[in-house]
């Protein structure tokens, strides 16, 4: 298996909601990155795990919420989300010996 | 500030034409540069990555250029067809054990007419 997969692939939430993203990797990968993608934009890092710990947080706000239960699973728990939080967000590996990133499809996420 | 400064912004070329797309970099410490594709919707794709102890780096039709002493690379994409209109984005990182930082540049919006 050579993909990083992510559910799901459209989202749809209204401000108030809770709703989380899932993003999967089985090729034996001990980096995982989450970016957020605006129209026309470079993706932009949000969080990093290496071995299943937080070694990256570029000043998200905290209603973005990252959890990484196991090396191939990674989540990111969205609360109280603003319209501007719309966007494709990304899933990325690496195997954690070299910064080689694969990403997923993305999930686009809308919120009202 | 930005890292990678990537050029042109938008591009069109003919069918069979060659793409050329730029980046530049500042930070010396990077050693990792690699070209993703992106087509709307989707994720971006690892298309090719070099090394700086290489000048150049040939996948099939994708070849990257680098010159170290410029801080400069580039992506040739040789008999371009429709099917690489997609978006192009360089980018840059120091490869080191763990997870580091990949520096993007702003992306290049690659048109190939038939």
């Known amino acids: 298996d050579t993909e990083v997969t992510q559910t799901p692939k459209h989202l749809v939430m209204g401000m108030t909601n809770k709703k989380s993203l899932k993003c999967e990797q089985h090729m034996g990968h001990r980096a995982m990155y989450w970016y957020k993608q605006k129209a026309k934009k470079p993706p932009e890092l949000m969080f990093v795990?290496?071995?299943?710990?937080?070694?990256i947080n570029e000043s998200v706000p905290s209603r973005f919420s990252p959890e990484c239960p196991n090396s191939s699973l990674l989540n990111l728990h969205l609360h109280a989300l603003q319209p501007e939080d719309s966007a494709l967000y990304l899933c990325a590996s690496s195997t954690g010996l070299t910064n080689e990133q694969f990403f997923g499809p993305g999930t686009r996420l809308t919120v009202l | 500030q930005q890292q990678v400064k990537q050029s042109p912004q938008s591009l069109i070329v003919q069918k069979g034409g060659i793409s050329i797309i730029n980046c530049a970099y500042e930070n010396t410490a990077f050693d990792y540069f690699p070209w993703y594709q992106q087509f709307p919707g989707k994720g971006p794709a690892l298309l090719i990555a070099i090394r700086p102890d290489v000048s150049e780096k040939k996948e099939g039709r994708f070849t990257i250029s680098f010159n170290k002493s410029a801080k400069q690379f580039s992506l040739h994409i040789m008999d371009s067809q429709p099917g690489d209109s997609a978006t192009y984005f360089c980018?840059?990182?120091?490869?080191?054990?763990?997870?580091?930082?990949?520096?993007f540049g702003t992306g290049t919006r690659l048109t190939v007419i038939p």
């Open positions: 795990y290496s071995y299943e710990k937080l070694s």
């Open positions: 980018a840059a990182s120091i490869d080191q054990t763990g997870a580091n930082n990949l520096f």
